[in-house]
């Protein structure tokens, strides 16, 4: 059931989410289960996240990103990767929007 309402979209799943939160309104293992929303959505693939981040690339020639594959965390309208800028060596953590 969680990963049709995944399927179905960010604005959906955010109706579950909320969902979630309204115990009296709802079952409270209808909650559980949809709560699970909040923080355990499923990650989108890294060969995804790199064709996400591969034209803002070509627009900073001079820039260089290397991302872990496995994120930070992953929610229904973004996941975070760590990374590091290859100039400067900087690390830096950001939202890839799916």
Do not use: Y
Not at 29 to 58: D, N, V
Not at 66 to 95: D, F, K, M, W, Y
């Amino acid at each position: 059931l969680l990963r049709c309402i995944e399927h179905s979209g960010p604005a959906f799943v955010k109706f579950c989410q909320w969902a979630a939160t309204r115990s009296d309104m709802f079952p409270a293992e209808t909650c559980r289960r949809l709560g699970t929303l909040h923080t355990q959505t499923t990650a989108h693939t890294a060969e995804h996240t790199r064709r996400l981040l591969q034209p803002l690339l070509e627009l900073n020639p001079g820039v260089r990103l290397s991302v872990e594959e496995v994120p930070v965390g992953s929610g229904c309208i973004a996941q975070v990767h760590r990374g590091t800028l290859q100039r400067g060596g900087e690390e830096v953590a950001g939202a890839v929007k799916v």
